[in-house]
């Protein structure tokens, strides 16, 4: 699976941003999906993620949700402050979904949310 993270860029304070991530591949609902993000300076840290069956967890403001018909996963991201600033990266693997980094097999190069205040 290979996955294509977009839509990232810059936004001020409490406006909102939806980031997709395209995969490629004929399986990809049989893949659980997550989204992480990376300020700099920083660790990678969970955000999203969204199980093949359509179970989610969530940390904050955000939505997942994918379309297994378009081979895309979503996130959007609501009432955004200057501390959600980082490189939001998907990530997917063949099982259920998981909030840690180390389940995932397959990475996204990320996409750059920066939000002014």
């Known amino acids: 699976v290979q996955l294509q993270a977009f839509g990232g860029g810059l936004v001020q304070a409490g406006g909102s941003l939806r980031l997709s991530c395209a995969a490629s591949?004929?399986?990809?609902?049989?893949?659980?999906m997550g989204w992480f993000r990376q300020a700099p300076g920083k660790e990678r840290e969970f955000v999203a993620a969204?199980?093949?069956s359509g179970l989610s967890t969530v940390k904050g403001r955000f939505t997942i949700s994918r379309d297994n018909a378009k081979n895309t996963v979503y996130l959007q991201m609501n009432n955004l402050k200057p501390e959600d600033t980082a490189v939001y990266y998907c990530a997917a693997y063949y099982g259920a979904y998981s909030v840690y980094a180390s389940a995932y097999t397959y990475w996204g190069q990320g996409t750059l949310v920066t939000v002014s205040s």
């Open positions: 591949g004929r399986t990809f609902g049989t893949y659980g």
């Open positions: 969204l199980s093949r």
